[in-house]
C-alpha cells in the first residue's frame, strides 16, 4: 500500500524476528507445553519472558533425546474489537537444560535454561522461521508496550481520526466499507483494518519516518492527520 500516491514511498514493516520480540514484549500470557506438563501461564504484565528464559544454541550431538522437549505458545490478539481479532501467533522450540520454573514468577524466581530449536510467526501470510542468532540480535518496537492503550484510546476518544486517516489510503476506499479500526500500530506506521460486509482488508500508512521512542510517536501520528487534512482539503476544492 502507498501512502500519498508518491510510488516511491513504501510501507516498511517489522521482520518476522522484530515481530516476535515485540509480541513476547507485550505478553500477558503463554501455555507452556513440555513432555509431561500443559499449563497456562497468566499475569506476565507485559514482562518479556525472554528475560527469564536463558536460550542456548543447539549442540551438535548433544544426546537432545534425552532433554524433556518444551515448546511456548503466544498469542497475539487486537486491542480493538475488529474481526477476526488474532493477528499472529509464536512458538518457541526446543528441550529443557534445567527443570522448568514458572516464567510468571518474580525476578527471585530460578530462571529456565533451553536449548534454542527454532521460533516461529504464524500470520495471515503464512509461517516465518526464526533462528537464535536473529532473534537475539533484534529487539522488541520501541511501541510494544504501549500499543494496546494507543490504539483504544485512538478509537474511544477520537473515532474521527480514524475516519480522517482514510484520506491517506489509495485508492480510496468504497462504500462496501462498512467500518475502520486501528489494528496495529509500530515504530514504521499504523495499520487499519477495513471492514467490508463480506471479509475485510489491511492498510499501511507508514510514518514520515521509523520511531527510535515512543516519545517521538505524538509528532508523527499528528503527521499522519496533517497530511490526511491537507488531502482533505484538496478532495473538496472546485474542479
Given at each position: 500500500m502507498r501512502l500519498f500516491g508518491d510510488p516511491a514511498t513504501s510501507a516498511a514493516l517489522p521482520t518476522a524476528?522484530?515481530?516476535?520480540?515485540?509480541i513476547l514484549a507485550a505478553a500477558h500470557s503463554m501455555?507452556?507445553?513440555?513432555?509431561?506438563?500443559?499449563?497456562?501461564?497468566?499475569?506476565?504484565?507485559?514482562?518479556d519472558p525472554m528475560g527469564r528464559l536463558h536460550l542456548?544454541?543447539?549442540?551438535?550431538?548433544?544426546?537432545?533425546?534425552?532433554?524433556?522437549?518444551?515448546?511456548?505458545?503466544?498469542?497475539?490478539?487486537?486491542p480493538t474489537p475488529v474481526r477476526d481479532r488474532v493477528?499472529?501467533?509464536?512458538?518457541?522450540?526446543?528441550?529443557?537444560?534445567t527443570p522448568y520454573s514458572d516464567l510468571s514468577a518474580g525476578s527471585g524466581?530460578?530462571?529456565?535454561?533451553?536449548?534454542?530449536?527454532?521460533?516461529?510467526?504464524?500470520?495471515?501470510?503464512?509461517?516465518a522461521y526464526v533462528g537464535l542468532e536473529e532473534l537475539d540480535e533484534a529487539g522488541p518496537d520501541p511501541l510494544a508496550a504501549h500499543e494496546a492503550g494507543m490504539l483504544t484510546h485512538l478509537l474511544d476518544d477520537h473515532h474521527d481520526l480514524v475516519?480522517?486517516?482514510?484520506?491517506l489510503v489509495q485508492p480510496q476506499p468504497t462504500a462496501a466499507v462498512v467500518r475502520a479500526?486501528?489494528?496495529?500500530?509500530?515504530?514504521?506506521?499504523?495499520t487499519l483494518r477495513l471492514e467490508e460486509r463480506r471479509g475485510h482488508r489491511d492498510v499501511r500508512l507508514p510514518f514520515p519516518s521509523p520511531l527510535d521512542d515512543v516519545e517521538q510517536s505524538g509528532a508523527q501520528i499528528q503527521a499522519l492527520f496533517s497530511a490526511a487534512?491537507?488531502?482533505?482539503?484538496?478532495?473538496?476544492?472546485?474542479?
Open positions: 524476528a522484530e515481530r516476535i520480540r515485540s501455555t507452556v507445553i513440555t513432555d509431561r506438563l500443559r499449563s497456562e501461564v497468566r499475569h506476565l504484565d507485559g514482562g542456548h544454541p543447539a549442540e551438535p550431538g548433544g544426546h537432545a533425546e534425552h532433554r524433556p522437549a518444551i515448546r511456548l505458545e503466544f498469542t497475539d490478539v487486537a493477528r499472529a501467533r509464536v512458538t518457541v522450540l526446543g528441550r529443557l537444560l524466581a530460578e530462571s529456565t535454561c533451553m536449548e534454542f530449536e527454532r521460533a516461529e510467526l504464524e500470520t495471515a501470510e503464512g509461517i475516519t480522517l486517516l482514510l484520506r479500526l486501528p489494528l496495529a500500530m509500530d515504530r514504521y506506521g499504523i487534512r491537507r488531502r482533505s482539503h484538496r478532495n473538496t476544492l472546485p474542479a
